[in-house]
């Protein structure tokens, strides 16, 4: 399982939200890329990037700041955040992004989507679903930047596209993201009993290096984690297995918080 260190941008800033709730809002001091050198040094060979502003509002507002970061070539960038066409797509790829994420319009456009990916190939368009388990335990999809409900289920919005057109799902359970309550094993257990095939992408609650191990045991084919990394909760020693391209031994100044 790989690691991928994520970095939430609004207003160019580094931030993360609690439970993607955009008033309950954390500030960091770290520039991106300050924190893309260490994650690189690390070994991270991916980084995870979202335009909260963009997914938000449905326009990319940190592009700037996402074209500088994918000009050095040492860290592969999976960028998403305000994705709603194929312009966009294209626009991203050709300043160096490797992957694009698409929600929103992956969930109101499907057909449209899908002649995305038959444009620019499974391996550039990552599908995201952002999900709040409903009082009947069914994850249903929220999109907008996590602002906006629907009725469609996880498993529903997947279900739209045909069968070997999606290859990477990032999904990310809301209640668990930026909480630090350990990620949701049994939503990601069922999502690889059903889709055995799809590259899945686990994101919200990841707080230890225990919580990235039991992850890897289920199968999953990537963690993404930002507050846990941001705060220095894991040492760079118990990244190391998820981390192929880490050359260690590091400063021990990098040394977890109690």
């Not at 290859?167 to 059903?194: F, Q």
């Amino acid at each position: 399982m790989l690691l991928i260190p994520a970095i939430d941008l609004r207003n160019g800033r580094c931030v993360r939200l609690f439970q993607g709730d955009f008033g309950a809002e954390t500030r960091y001091e770290h520039e991106p890329h300050e924190l893309l050198r260490r994650y690189r040094d690390f070994g991270a060979s991916w980084l995870h990037v979202v335009d909260l502003d963009g997914a938000k509002d449905g326009v990319l507002a940190n592009r700037s700041v996402i074209v500088a970061l994918a000009s050095q070539k040492a860290v592969r960038l999976q960028v998403g955040g305000g994705v709603r066409s194929a312009a966009v797509i294209d626009d991203l790829l050709r300043n160096g992004v490797e992957r694009v994420v698409v929600g929103s319009a992956a969930v109101e456009r499907p057909e449209e989507v899908t002649g995305w990916f038959a444009r620019f190939g499974a391996d550039r368009i990552c599908l995201a679903l952002d999900i709040r388990m409903d009082s009947g335990g069914e994850p249903r999809v929220r999109t907008h930047g996590w602002t906006e409900g629907t009725a469609v289920s996880l498993w529903e919005a997947i279900s739209r596209f045909p069968v070997g057109t999606v290859k990477h799902v990032l999904c990310t359970d809301i209640e668990r993201d930026g909480a630090m309550s350990g990620p949701n094993l049994n939503l990601y257990r069922t999502a690889l009993c059903r889709f055995p095939r799809l590259s899945w992408q686990a994101s919200g609650g990841v707080r230890n290096a225990a919580d990235l191990a039991a992850l890897a045991q289920i199968g999953v084919a990537a963690a993404v984690s930002g507050k846990a990394l941001l705060e220095e909760r894991i040492t760079p020693e118990e990244l190391r297995p998820f981390l192929p391209d880490a050359s260690f031994p590091v400063s021990t100044s990098a040394k977890a918080k109690s």
